[in-house]
């Protein structure tokens, strides 16, 4: 058993810190976007009971700095059973360029935030679609930055949303910000070597034209979780389209973390739901990541092996730091790296965990109970 949990932390381990400092050299090549055009742009944020949310939300899209008559918001009400919909159509009276859809009944075809969208985006006027929650808080800039990456050969562009709690933060919401930091990280990285691998919905710009060209979300609408990443990889593998990663420190859009390690729990569960869909190259390098991390856990029984452990769990440590110090120093985040030296010790288990718990358990997501795919599979 000895050398077959060494020679996994071995190859895996050199597996990993390869895809690590790939990822660290893609972050060197991402540049700014200089597209000068103006298009309409539709910006859809589904929202399922946001009252406490949606009002704050608005007010930071609705006063952007992109021209007011070159966008439009479109909230997408999805069955909230509180007063969402009655402040959308209140904020209406005041902004001629806000509407909003109310979706009463559960479609048993597709997962609901898609088909949020997709009800939202087939009303769009816009060719450029910007989506983003209804907890997050986009800066002025942030429709006119995302728009700038949007040559004639570019699909899809894919911002930075930190997970930001009210000060003080909690030991919770630090590690939250940090894994969220860390994510960004692989995003960027992966997005400038040219092998996108994730993105956030909180902070996506696609083009209608391209999204209808794949079916939209037909093939991937069963699964609960995706709207954002299994979009990403339809276009990359079904289109001759370039997908970029925005830099522009003004497409930032700051998202609300979850409040309690339940909330945090049934997340990370249902964004590891979908891995094993992912396509096979990808799915085989998550399949490798994870054995990885789980030899490193499983070398803890055995102590002769601590020598190995300790050699590559350093080596780990660093290439992932470096990774994540290149990315917070492009979004002026590096104060969150102070709690990395907590955080790479519990990276390990937290990865063991979720990533099986995704595949087998269940998950609750606006009140609701799921599993990873609407016929529960």
């Not at 406490?52 to 999805?78: M, R, W």
């Not at 965990?353 to 599979?377: A, C, D, N, P, V």
């Amino acid at each position: 058993m000895n050398w077959i949990i060494l020679a996994s932390i071995l190859l895996f381990g050199l597996f990993y810190i390869s895809i690590c400092i790939r990822l660290i050299l893609g972050t060197t090549a991402l540049s700014t976007g200089n597209a000068a055009i103006r298009p309409f742009v539709s910006v859809i944020i589904p929202a399922r009971n946001e009252e406490s949310n949606i009002g704050s939300c608005l007010n930071a899209v609705i006063h952007q700095t992109y021209p007011q008559t070159k966008f439009e918001i479109i909230v997408v009400n999805d069955r909230s059973e509180d007063h969402t919909g009655d402040i959308v159509r209140t904020m209406m009276h005041s902004s001629s360029n806000l509407q909003c859809i109310d979706i009463n009944v559960l479609y048993p075809k597709m997962a609901p935030k898609k088909y949020a969208l997709q009800q939202g985006i087939a009303s769009a006027k816009g060719d450029i679609i910007l989506t983003t929650d209804a907890d997050c808080r986009p800066q002025s800039g942030w429709i006119s930055s995302m728009v700038a990456y949007f040559e004639d050969n570019v699909a899809l562009v894919a911002g930075y949303s930190p997970l930001t709690a009210a000060a003080p933060a909690s030991a919770l919401s630090s590690f939250i910000a940090l894994e969220a930091l860390g994510l960004a990280s692989v995003m960027a990285g992966s997005f400038g070597a040219g092998l996108p691998l994730t993105c956030a919905g909180r902070n996506l710009a696609y083009r209608k034209s391209v999204f209808q060209s794949i079916g939209g979300f037909r093939a991937t609408g069963q699964f609960i979780s995706g709207d954002d990443d299994l979009l990403l990889h339809l276009i990359t593998e079904n289109t001759n389209y370039q997908v970029r990663f925005s830099i522009d420190p003004h497409s930032v859009v700051p998202a609300r973390p979850a409040g309690s390690f339940g909330e945090f729990s049934n997340q990370r569960i249902r964004h590891a739901s979908k891995g094993l869909h992912y396509r096979t190259g990808l799915k085989w390098s998550l399949i490798g990541v994870y054995l990885f991390n789980l030899s490193l856990l499983s070398a803890l029984f055995f102590p002769t092996l601590y020598p190995w452990m300790l050699l590559v769990f350093g080596l780990k440590a660093c290439t992932e730091f470096l990774l994540v110090y290149r990315t917070a120093r492009i979004f002026s985040q590096v104060r969150l790296l102070r709690f990395f030296p907590v955080a790479m010790f519990i990276h390990i288990p937290y990865v063991v965990i979720f990533g099986l718990w995704g595949q087998f358990g269940k998950f609750k997501w606006k009140e609701t109970r799921y599993s990873k795919t609407m016929t529960g599979g």
